[in-house]
T-cell receptor, first 112, second 113 residues
Framework: NAGVTQTPKFQVLKTGQSMTLQCAQD?????MSWYRQDPGMGLRLIHY???????DQGEVPNGYNVSRSTTEDFPLRLLSAAPSQTSVYFC???????????FGQGTRLTVV | DAKTTQPPSMDCAEGRAANLPCNHS???????VYWYRQIHSQGPQYIIH???NNETNEMASLIITEDRKSSTLILPHATLRDTAVYYC??????????????FGGGTRLMVKP
C-alpha cells in the first residue's frame, strides 16, 4: 500500500493564481482531512470529510474549497492564492472514529 | 477538545528513557489522550493513545494519572531517530467532526549522543 499520497511536493504560485493540491489514499478510509502548518506552529485543520459526498469546514477554511467524489481522493483547491497561504499542507486519512490518522508527506506551497 | 500544555523542548541522552509530560487538567471523562510525533517536517506519525489505563505498544508507553489530568509518554530507549516534535492531543473520538485533531505547539525532543 502507498498510504496517503500528496502531489505536488513543492509548488510556487503567484498571487491570484488558483491550483489544486491532490491527496489520494489506498486504505479505503472513510475520513480524510487537510491541515496547514506554518513555520514553528502546530497543524491547523482546514477542511475534512467523513465520507464520499460529505465535507465540512475546519478551523481555517477561508480561501480553500474541497470536494469528495470518491473514497480515495480529497483534493484541496486554492481559489485565489495569497501570500498568507504560504505554508506546508498535510492530508490525512483514518478508518473510523478515534482511530489513528495517517498523514501524507506534505506539499510545501509558496505564494509570491 | 481539552487544552493541553507541554514543555516546548526537552533533551535526552541516547539510550536513556525519554519521558514527555502533558498536562490536560480540563479533560472530560470521555476524552482520549493521543500522541503523535513529527520528524523534521514530515507528516505527523501516530504513536499511541489511551483513555485511563496505561498503554504500551512497540513504540512507546503511555502513563495516565488516576485523575486523568496529566499523562506521560515514555520512549524506553531513545535513539537519535526519535528526535522530533511530540504532540499530545486530547479529544472525543465519537463526534460529528470526523477524526479532526487539534495540534498545539508540542515538545521538541532532542536526543543527543
Amino acid at each position: 500500500n502507498a498510504g496517503v499520497t500528496q502531489t505536488p511536493k513543492f509548488q510556487v504560485l503567484k498571487t491570484g493564481q488558483s491550483m489544486t493540491l491532490q491527496c489520494a489514499q489506498d486504505m479505503n478510509h472513510e475520513y480524510m482531512s487537510w491541515y496547514r502548518q506554518d513555520p514553528g506552529m502546530g497543524l491547523r485543520l482546514i477542511h475534512y470529510s467523513v465520507g464520499a459526498g460529505i465535507t465540512d469546514q475546519g478551523e481555517v477554511p477561508n480561501g480553500y474549497n474541497v470536494s469528495r467524489s470518491t473514497t480515495e481522493d480529497f483534493p484541496l483547491r486554492l481559489l485565489s492564492a495569497a501570500p498568507s497561504q504560504t505554508s506546508v499542507y498535510f492530508c490525512a486519512s483514518s478508518h473510523g472514529w478515534g482511530t489513528e490518522a495517517f498523514f501524507g508527506q506534505g506539499t510545501r506551497l509558496t505564494v509570491v | 477538545d481539552a487544552k493541553t500544555t507541554q514543555p516546548p523542548s526537552m533533551d535526552c541522552a541516547e539510550g536513556r528513557a525519554a519521558n514527555l509530560p502533558c498536562n490536560h487538567s480540563t479533560i472530560s471523562g470521555n476524552e482520549y489522550v493521543y500522541w503523535y510525533r513529527q520528524i523534521h517536517s514530515q507528516g505527523p506519525q501516530y504513536i499511541i493513545h489511551g483513555l485511563k489505563n496505561n498503554e504500551t505498544n512497540e513504540m512507546a508507553s503511555l502513563i495516565i494519572t488516576e485523575d486523568r489530568k496529566s499523562s506521560t509518554l515514555i520512549l524506553p530507549h531513545a535513539t537519535l531517530r526519535d528526535t522530533a516534535v511530540y504532540y499530545c492531543i486530547v479529544r472525543v473520538p465519537l463526534n460529528n467532526a470526523g477524526n479532526m485533531l487539534t495540534f498545539g505547539g508540542g515538545t521538541r525532543l532532542m536526543v543527543k549522543p
